[in-house]
């Protein structure tokens, strides 16, 4: 069975400090990758995603970037945080199979709070 | 106009009632379409998707969609305090890629 891992759990970091969120899927290939942001009451925003290797497309232009260095790993970084940074960040997988997208299944979260 | 739209709520029912969940959705190509709950301060997780007009039935959750009113609707039977949680949409279809559009989500209240 396919499986996500995200961490850590919570952060906690001082404006103008770097960030790096990671995420990894087991039990499947080439999945499809997604960094989403929920902030506090808020729905889910999608940051970043991306169908392979060092394949990545940006939904929303801010001081945040995302690699994919491996094809089942995904990394969200900032080199300099902001207050409006803070958030619920949210990792998740899907798959491409007969013309369809699989449900998004996503990790247990990352709860930044930028200090 | 957003892409998928849910009434906020909250929604209020008795324990043992049905709860009925609303979404409406821009995208007349969509074709993929899930509802997830979330916990307060916790990720969401899947309950159900449809990708064919009619109803979808998986225990107490039934899934309705109907793509000429482009509606997609959740009803939770015999509803349970374990079910109080927000409860949101998501569409994905050809014309969004690989996108998910998700809805802000209903808040859903099971009073004891």
């Known amino acids: 069975s396919q499986t996500i891992h995200q961490w850590p759990a919570t952060l906690v970091q001082p404006v103008g400090s770097p960030l790096s969120l990671e995420c990894t899927v087991e039990?499947?290939?080439?999945?499809?990758l997604y960094w989403y942001r929920q902030a506090a009451g808020r729905g889910l925003q999608l940051l970043f995603y991306s169908v392979g290797i060092g394949q990545i497309s940006s939904e929303v232009p801010q001081n945040l970037s995302a690699s994919r260095p491996q094809d089942r790993q995904f990394i969200l970084s900032s080199k300099k945080l902001l207050l409006s940074d803070s958030g619920f960040y949210l990792c998740?997988?899907?798959?491409?199979?007969?013309?369809?997208?699989?449900?998004?299944?996503f990790g247990n979260g990352t709860r930044l709070t930028v200090t | 106009q957003k892409e998928v739209e849910q009434n906020s709520g909250p929604l209020s029912v008795p324990e043992g009632a049905i709860a009925s969940l609303n979404c409406t959705y821009s995208?007349?190509?969509?074709?993929?379409f899930f509802w997830y709950r979330q916990y307060s301060g916790k990720s969401p997780e899947l309950i159900m998707f449809i990708y064919s007009n009619g109803d979808k039935e998986d225990g107490r959750f039934t899934a309705q969609l109907n793509k000429a009113s482009q509606y997609v609707s959740l009803l939770i039977r015999d509803s349970q305090p374990s079910d109080s949680a927000t409860y949101l949409c998501a569409v994905n279809g050809p014309n969004t890629g690989n996108q998910f559009y998700f809805g802000t989500g209903t808040s859903l209240t099971v009073i004891p």
């Open positions: 039990g499947t290939s080439n999945p499809n």
């Open positions: 995208d007349r190509g969509s074709q993929s």
């Open positions: 998740a997988w899907s798959k491409w199979k007969k013309g369809y997208n699989s449900p998004l299944h």
